[in-house]
């Protein structure tokens, strides 16, 4: 079975510091990772896609990708109250007759205090 | 970005009446689109993947008989709840990605669709 794996938090951070959100996954073939925020009671919002080892950054953001420990991790620089949501680690799993589908983690609520 | 579009985003019904939802795709064709479930508090939960001119394919646990998926063209999809019963309340949302070669398989979101059955 696919699993993809996150702390549920909340993690609470302070205004301005960085936060980092963890996320394993079970299948070592999957090639492509992704961040979603999440506000209450609103739909997925992608922030970050990653496909490769190493770091990707964007503004604030730098996911990061370790194949090897089939770990993925989002960091957030200068975090702001407005960051505080739900963050969804999401991994594209692919079938034997080229059919895929995304699942998704848990979720980390994170909250950035003024 | 792409933009997909999911209406409506609320429906309170009576138990045993059945509820529609449609999912647009509005500057793309999506030849594939998954049907999301999520309760609160909790992550996402894939009901089913809908494939544009074909039968969807249903995850494991889905009852494809009491939610009805149509995938006619390249940019509507429509859930449709049958009969339904308070515990089916919850909020669902639609997905979809771009085609090949386009496609690295991001999915862009619907607003959701809040069922209430009272």
């Known amino acids: 079975q696919k699993e993809v794996e996150q702390n549920s938090g909340p993690l609470s951070v302070p205004e301005g510091a960085i936060a980092s959100l963890n996320c394993t996954y079970s299948?070592?073939?999957?090639?492509?990772f992704f961040w979603y925020r999440q506000y209450s009671g609103k739909s997925p919002e992608l922030i970050m896609s990653i496909y490769s080892n190493g770091d990707k950054e964007d503004g604030r953001f730098t996911a990061q990708l370790n194949k090897a420990s089939q770990y993925v991790s989002l960091l957030i620089r200068d975090s702001q109250p407005s960051d505080s949501a739900t963050y969804l680690c999401a991994v594209r799993y692919s079938g034997m007759d080229s059919s895929y589908k995304l699942i998704f983690g848990s979720g980390t609520r994170l909250l950035v205090r003024p | 970005g792409a933009v997909v579009s999911q209406h409506p985003s609320r429906v309170i019904c009576k138990s045993g009446t059945s509820v529609k939802i449609e999912c647009r795709s509005l500057?793309?064709?999506?030849?594939?689109m998954f049907w999301y479930r999520q309760f609160p508090k909790k992550s996402l939960m894939l009901m089913a993947t809908s494939n544009e001119g074909s039968k969807a394919t249903y995850e494991q646990g889905v009852e494809k008989d009491k939610f009805l998926i149509n995938h006619a063209s390249l940019t509507l999809s429509t859930l449709t709840v049958t009969s339904a019963h308070p515990e089916d309340s919850s909020f669902y949302i639609c997905?979809?990605?771009?085609?090949?070669?386009?496609?690295?398989?991001?999915?862009?979101f619907g607003e959701g669709s809040r069922l209430t059955v009272l």
């Open positions: 997905s979809a990605s771009r085609g090949l070669p386009l496609n690295t398989g991001e999915l862009f």
């Open positions: 299948d070592r073939v999957s090639q492509s």
């Open positions: 500057d793309f064709q999506a030849t594939t």
